[in-house]
């Protein structure tokens, strides 16, 4: 059974940082791209970031860039999300997802049920 579940999110004040972890199981992480994305109620779904299955391409968007890092543990079957620098338009429920595909998209075959992220002074 594929699964993926996030964890690491919480309140933090801007500036701080979280570490959010995917943890899967029931596949291969190794051959899967990984998308992180952030989800605020009202708005599309929004990709963040997205790292190749080696690890060795990655993407971000313009809004984090500098301030976040995606990584990648196969071995461990585990991808990760360091957000530093947090700001409150950061705030939202982010997801990880994984496809055989080379690159990321809003089509990803397998989805976490998120975790929340709230940056609030």
């Known amino acids: 059974q594929v699964q993926l579940v996030e964890s690491g999110g919480g309140l933090v004040q801007p500036g701080g940082s979280l570490l959010l972890s995917c943890t899967t199981s029931?596949?291969?992480?190794?051959?899967?791209?990984i998308g992180w994305y952030r989800q605020v109620p009202g708005i599309k779904r929004k990709g963040v970031s997205c790292?190749?299955?080696?690890?060795?391409?990655?993407y971000y968007i313009d809004s984090v860039k500098g301030r976040f890092t995606v990584s990648r543990d196969n071995a461990n079957s585990t991808a990760y999300l360091q957000m530093n620098g947090l700001k409150p338009e950061d705030t939202g429920v982010y997801f990880c997802?994984?496809?055989?595909?080379?690159?990321?998209?809003?089509?990803?075959?397998?989805w976490g049920r998120g975790t929340q992220v709230t940056v609030s002074s």
């Open positions: 997802a994984a496809d055989l595909s080379t690159t990321c998209s809003y089509d990803m075959a397998y």
């Open positions: 029931g596949f291969t992480l190794a051959d899967y791209a």
């Open positions: 790292i190749s299955k080696s690890g060795d391409n990655t």
